[in-house]
């Protein structure tokens, strides 16, 4: 499962939230370790946007902190993946590759003028190509549409001398033709539909679901993953299916993607780690599913180490029938900073039970930190680029899950590079003044990320039942998740403005939490609105605890001036006039929620999440998204790669290995093409 940015921004807790393992906590304090020092104010998050997109680029924090040998290991398994990437756009579409081809020519090696209208369409045409590994757009499925003429395009061809079949002619400039990657209107032809080239051609909906309803098998306790690595096609009348693995579909490249592997199992860190990438690596020499669940349960296992990956045909949703998994690569590396601060609230949970402003009988005795996972990329290919998640929750495979378990990851550095570019002006819009900006800038990215820390580390683990009562998700019914994540937030809230932080050396200063007190509001009172459509109330479990707790201190704050709405020339804007007071109605409400999840008491959390967190105001609603479409930022985020260049001796020994980064979308994608081309046909 993956998760993205549209589905949860703004947060990383979601996805960590419930499935982290307990963690002896130790008495004694410990202080934060110095950040590493290699951040650079200068670096540029934002390359450049085009049509719905903006390309950003995020770094690797940290990258010396690894040994030779990691940063070894980490080159291969990027360069495994890269060598897999022509498979992800077979998938999606059975012309993506002919056509990248040949849109690639043409852009190579045309030499007339450039400064035109329709070049400028043909470029961005290509680029939101490249983003969405083929002709369909990456999120909405439906095709890009050329704003340039055939005409145009005829005159390019001849140009360049480059050949493009009228069959291919037809895909690109007839709307009708394979308008749709997914279909997922039933009575439209789930397979028939859609123009993902998981099934032959001649392939029906019907046809597929009995085959595979024909493998599945009942009271099967670990069930196959069936298609999983293979595309269905019919031969002479008969279903059957070509498997990806070497020496069949998608072979040549799958070769190359085993050549690095090999590379990579042997400077593993740990035995472990090298047992899962053999079974990987036998994986795609034979394509057998056993091996593959083999592999899933090694790799679950893996915890110990810096380095992790996610490799292999994963997630189902490019496929209708929730089949077929898309090839994708991410490699990770340790957040050795998120670890660090996180190592430091564990150590001083109890610090924070104790001091918590909940009543005595819901405080726990002895509190136990939770761990989580934030990681940083090192590369992504295949499904996860240039558009990525910002955490995944893996093995897919429900029984390994429940046996074996799984892992769940958060992805530090893309969320870094999401806080660090250039917001668009949302910050400008919405907030109150010039203070608060700069204080945004200033303090915002560390603020959310203790805010995050804090919510998962110390603010689920934190409270107690009262003595008979059932647990939440039985008492609160369909508020149990948004109290939950209301209190979380809450316990976060509370000690953001506690100079016990700055004290553990977490953070400098308090203006950090007055930064994240800002930010809250603005976002539970007003930016998140821009997520909904007119006339929607709020139902997303995050989206509505913002919003409760947000209106809740609001409301309460009114009498004594603590907050104040603003409205000049028709906007609003949220003013915090005392942030020590607000503190304290943070922990009121802090108490007063924990004290509906240690009794169940259903008709407050009702009170509170229906009352101040379900309804929009429909005026402040319009205001929203009219300030907000004004600014006219793109809606999607695609992201360019590092690129990691070994440096070698005259043994051909690898010595060092740089992070370097390019500047051009279009530089990295025509390299990748050039150097990872492996299924695409030559022009
Ligand atoms: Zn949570």
Not at 136 to 146: C, E, V
Not at 378 to 399: C, H, K, R, Y
Not at 502 to 514: T, Y
């Amino acid at each position: 499962m993956k998760f993205s940015r549209y589905v949860i921004i703004g947060s990383l807790a979601l996805m960590a939230c419930g499935s982290g393992e307990q963690q002896p906590a130790a008495t004694q304090e410990a202080k934060a370790p110095a950040a590493c020092v290699d951040n650079d104010s200068t670096f540029k998050y934002e390359v450049e946007s085009f049509a719905d997109i903006r390309i950003l680029r995020y770094r690797i924090p940290c990258w010396d902190r690894l040994t030779l040998k990691q940063q070894e290991l980490v080159y291969y398994l990027t360069q495994a993946g890269l060598a897999g990437r022509d498979i992800m756009w077979d998938q999606n579409y059975k012309h993506n590759l002919e056509i990248r081809s040949i849109l690639e020519k043409i852009y190579t090696t045309y030499s007339g003028d450039k400064t035109v209208a329709d070049w400028v369409a043909f470029e961005t045409y290509l680029k939101q190509i490249w983003m969405s590994n083929g002709i369909h757009h990456h999120y909405s499925n439906l095709k890009h549409t050329p704003k340039f003429s055939k005409a145009y395009f005829t005159t390019l061809l001849s140009a360049t001398t480059t050949e493009c079949s009228p069959e291919i002619m037809e895909v690109i400039f007839n709307p009708k033709v394979d308008a749709r990657k997914v279909e997922k209107v039933a009575a439209k032809g789930l397979v028939e539909n859609s123009a993902v080239n998981m099934y032959g051609d001649d392939v029906t909906t019907k046809e597929a679901q009995e085959y595979y309803a024909s493998l599945a098998k009942p009271g099967d306790r670990a069930p196959l993953s069936y298609g999983i690595n293979a595309k269905l096609v019919k031969k002479d009348g008969k279903l059957t299916e070509e498997v990806y693995k070497v020496g069949g579909l998608y072979g040549t490249a799958l070769e190359k993607v085993v050549y690095w592997l090999e590379k990579a199992e042997k400077v593993a860190e740990n035995d472990q780690q090298a047992a899962a990438l053999r079974k990987l690596i036998k994986f795609y020499q034979t394509g057998d599913l056993r091996t593959w669940d083999d592999f899933n349960i090694q790799w679950a296992g893996a915890t110990e180490g810096d380095i992790d990956y996610i490799h292999g045909f994963v997630e189902v949703y490019n496929d209708p029938l929730g089949n077929r998994g898309s090839y994708e690569a991410i490699v990770q590396i340790n957040d050795f900073e998120a670890s660090d601060r996180m190592k430091v609230m564990m150590q001083n949970a109890q610090y924070f039970e104790d001091n918590s402003p909940i009543m005595p009988q819901h405080k726990k005795k002895e509190v136990k930190g939770i761990t989580y996972r934030v990681v940083n990329v090192a590369g992504e290919a295949g499904d996860a680029s240039p558009s990525t998640p910002i955490g995944v929750n893996l093995p897919n495979a429900q029984w390994i899950r429940t046996t074996h378990g799984s892992k769940s990851v958060s992805l530090g550095n893309i969320e870094d590079a999401y806080n660090n570019a250039p917001g668009g002006g949302m910050l400008e819009e919405f907030a109150n003044d010039a203070e608060e900006i700069e204080r945004a800038k200033k303090y915002g990215n560390i603020a959310g990320k203790l805010h995050t820390a804090m919510h998962e580390v110390i603010g689920h683990a934190s409270g107690q039942l009262e003595e008979g009562v059932a647990p939440s998700s039985q008492t609160l019914k369909e508020f149990a998740s948004t109290i939950e994540e209301g209190r979380a937030d809450l316990v976060a809230l509370y000690y953001v403005m506690d100079p016990k932080l700055v004290e553990l050396g977490l953070m400098e200063n308090l203006e950090v939490g007055k930064a994240e007190y800002d930010g809250y509001l603005r976002n539970g009172m007003l930016v998140q609105l821009r997520r909904l459509k007119l006339g929607e109330e709020i139902e997303e479990a995050h989206m509505r605890n913002r919003a409760w707790v947000s209106n809740w201190i609001y409301e309460k704050g009114l009498a004594e001036n603590v907050i104040v709405k603003e409205v000049r020339d028709g906007k609003t804007f949220i003013d915090i006039k005392d942030y020590d007071k607000m503190r304290v109605l943070v922990g009121e409400l802090l108490k007063e929620v924990q004290r509906i999840t240690s009794s169940g008491d259903y008709a407050a959390a009702k009170a509170l999440a229906d009352g101040y967190g379900k309804k929009v105001d429909a005026k402040i609603h319009k205001e929203v998204l009219d300030r907000s479409d004004k600014l006219n930022i793109p809606a999607y985020g695609g992201f360019m790669n590092p690129v990691l260049v070994p440096e070698m001796d005259a043994a051909g020994k690898i010595t060092k290995i740089n992070v370097t980064y390019q500047d051009k979308f279009a530089d990295q994608m025509l390299m990748y093409s050039k150097e990872y081309g492996f299924l695409a046909p030559k022009k």
